[in-house]
């Protein structure tokens, strides 16, 4: 199942997608939430399904054309959003870095995220804006302390991220919280598409697309901390809530390690895509 929020900026509705058509839950099934986090929470991924299942009979006031509305980041006001710095083989070895012996956490600010064909804003204070195409988990229910073999019961599903990094803000700090945490440096999505249509989450290609160019081009093969290590390790630091996103990190081709490097300017197009989970086209603009 492919899960959208959709909707004006903070007031999106959670909606599925049947055909070429966004389904309202909420307004199809009264007594489903009419949010993400709230669709979670409660536990009504099968709820949702047999409403989506009825919905050949819907009308137009339930049933929307995908394009027709703007969609919001599956989850657009997540509790966290948790990323790992390092974490394919290949961009370790862009860095001429070892593999790391643990994850290498941080965060950012969830006030941050935005849709996936959302604008990214270039601040004033920086000229060195850089994308990080990453295949993102997607938290079902509250985990603390699971185990790696219980992990997988813990996740509703996959979205696509863009970690967009000030690199000058994020490399003259110690801490990468700010430089990764502008207002619009989250753009997620288009869908949150549900574990069950994604068995093998170790086999996706993942890519960037920058300007109809390609400048990453890898797959979670290369992970170097795996999809259920990772839910478990991190639920034994933090709690993990319905709706919290775990960014896994981004492969080898991004801007600032490129000879020259390429920064985002205005006018850009940066597409980034995951294969089984969906495109995001942001454009860029000051
Ligand atoms: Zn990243």
């Avoid at 909606?15 to 536990?43: K, Q, R």
């Amino acid at each position: 199942m492919k899960l959208v929020s959709f909707g004006e900026y903070g007031h999106e509705r959670v909606g599925v997608v049947v055909e070429d058509d966004i389904i309202d839950l909420n307004a199809a099934e009264p007594e489903l939430p009419s949010t993400m986090i709230e669709l979670l929470a409660g536990d009504y991924l099968g709820a949702a399904e047999q409403g989506a299942r009825g919905a050949a009979a819907l009308g137009p006031d339930v049933r929307f054309k995908l394009g027709s509305v703007r969609l919001g980041a599956p989850v657009p006001r997540p509790s966290k959003v948790v990323c790992l710095g390092l974490n394919y083989r290949d961009h370790a070895e862009e860095q001429n870095t070892p593999l790391p012996e643990r994850p290498l956490l941080f965060s950012k600010a969830s006030s941050c995220v935005i849709g996936p064909s959302d604008d990214i804003v270039l601040p004033a204070d920086s000229q060195q804006v850089d994308y990080e195409v990453e295949f993102a988990i997607v938290i079902g229910h509250t985990a603390t302390k699971v185990s790696v073999e219980a992990a997988y019961e813990y996740i509703a599903g996959y979205t696509v991220m863009n970690d967009v990094s000030a690199r000058n803000v994020q490399f003259e700090q110690k801490q990468w919280h700010q430089g990764k945490s502008y207002d619009t440096f989250g753009p997620m999505g288009p869908y949150l598409v549900t574990r069950d249509e994604i068995p093998h989450p170790h086999t996706l290609n993942v890519r960037l697309v920058l300007n109809g160019q390609t400048m990453q081009n890898s797959t979670t093969s290369n992970l170097i901390f795996n999809v259920p290590y990772l839910v478990s390790h991190i639920s034994k630091i933090m709690t993990l809530y319905p709706g919290d996103v775990i960014s896994t990190g981004t492969p080898a081709g991004v801007g600032v390690f490129r000879k020259p490097p390429v920064f985002l300017k205005p006018g850009d197009v940066v597409e980034t895509i995951i294969d089984g989970i969906g495109t995001m086209g942001n454009r860029v603009r000051r």
